[in-house]
């Protein structure tokens, strides 16, 4: 189920912090999500005393930044919108006497990967002989001459990038490699495995230096791979199958896609405590436990009955039982103001009681609410509370007024199903009552 539903674009945007509902469409300004990043470079070619083979030198001077918005009026189909963010930043120019982490004339690797990596820019490059021997010429006496790298390069998109004081210098992980082979990134985290060392070798009969691979790495638990949230902070993982699942990110020196966006606090604030529709209000009511079937329990106390059997359907369809409706303004309305409803369509298992609590809000006339299927339940105390609860009413059942008979067996039926509930759960634990089929959000009817 989840496999299938995360790869959904429609799952992934409905899921964005940067969403924006409005009355008939729903909208992702334009963002990382979405958008295309393009770098242009400049070619050196003529240097004196060049004494190893490249004479191919290159490095980024500008990044051009194109994000790109979209929009949905039905919740599953989205289309790009026309709304555009456009930039270009400008990187540290090359200055051969006072160099910067592009070196004094670029880098000599056609390898060099720019990433936009959840608000950053991350500089992958490579020094050059320039960059130990200003003149050009590897003295014979240096043995082997390593040109890899075992630092990369990031700053905040935010900042003055032309400015090579703003750039923050970290060392990679994996140590000196001439390159990476594999990025991966799987929605969470970027991945990086594989790729080469290399070392140059002189040759005495030509008195040149010539490239020679040292090492290949394969993109294996042997080879290495890493990952990280934040393209700072990296951790080796302990198996391959996060790389192996994790979409693959196409690098080359002139564009690289889009991988993240680290959202601001701009969009439709989250958890909403209400919404208005046709003048009437309401809201979800969040719980750490699966509510009973408040409309099958009143019934049976209306019958005056004292026993109801719990099955495993009202488990799995209690999520109905999770929407409360005011007609007092919510600034005013007091807890007892609050109903608990049964939309009229009666949906089905797919409104699980641990989907339940995400946003609730009024899209094209009707009552919507986003699944949530990252909430985790600890169920503690609950059983016991509730056992407690229900030995309090039936109390009350076998000794207040006839009068009070019906609102008493409600509350002790009530609470003994919730503690039925409860124990089954326990049992057969929480992941045996997640939806039989994955949505994304349900509509309810309420008129």
Known sequence: MGDDLEKREYWTNLNSRKVLI????VRIPASGDYGSIYTKTEKKYEYKNIKYYNTNFKYISSVFLNLR?????????????PDVYKKEYILPKLNFDNPNFQGRIGSGHADTTLMYFKGKFLLFTHPTVYDYYTDGFIPPSSEDFYLDSKYYYSIDVG???SDPKNWQTNETPWGRRTRIDNYRYDGKKMYMAGGNSYAYKYNTSDGYWYLDILKAYLPTMEGGIWSTEDGINWELEKTPYPFRYAGEI???????????????????PFEPKYTELNGKYYRTFNTTYPIPPVKEIMETANRFETNFTITEEHIKNSGIYQIQMSSVHPDKAKETDWITIVPKNQITSSTAWESGGADLFNFNGKLVRLVDYDREFKLNNQ??????L???????????PISEYKKNCYYFLYYKAMADMIKIIKDKN?????????????????N
Do not use: M
């Not at 918005?69 to 919108?81: A, E, F, M, V």
């Not at 196409?250 to 439709?268: F, H, Q, R």
């Not at 059983?383 to 407690?388: D, M, T």
């Open 69 to 81: 918005g979209k929009d949905t009026s039905d919740l599953i189909n989205w289309i790009d919108s």
């Open 22 to 25: 409005e009355e008939s469409k």
């Open 383 to 388: 059983y016991q509370e509730a056992l407690n």
């Open 390 to 400: 229900s030995a309090k009413y039936y109390n009350l059942l076998t000794n207040a």
């Open 159 to 161: 900042k003055d990038t």
């Open 430 to 446: 929480n992941e045996y009552f997640k939806p039989d089929k994955a949505f994304t959000h349900y509509t309810f009817e309420i």
């Open 250 to 268: 196409v690098n080359y020196l002139k564009i690289n896609p889009l991988i993240t966006y680290t959202a601001s606090d701009d969009g439709t």
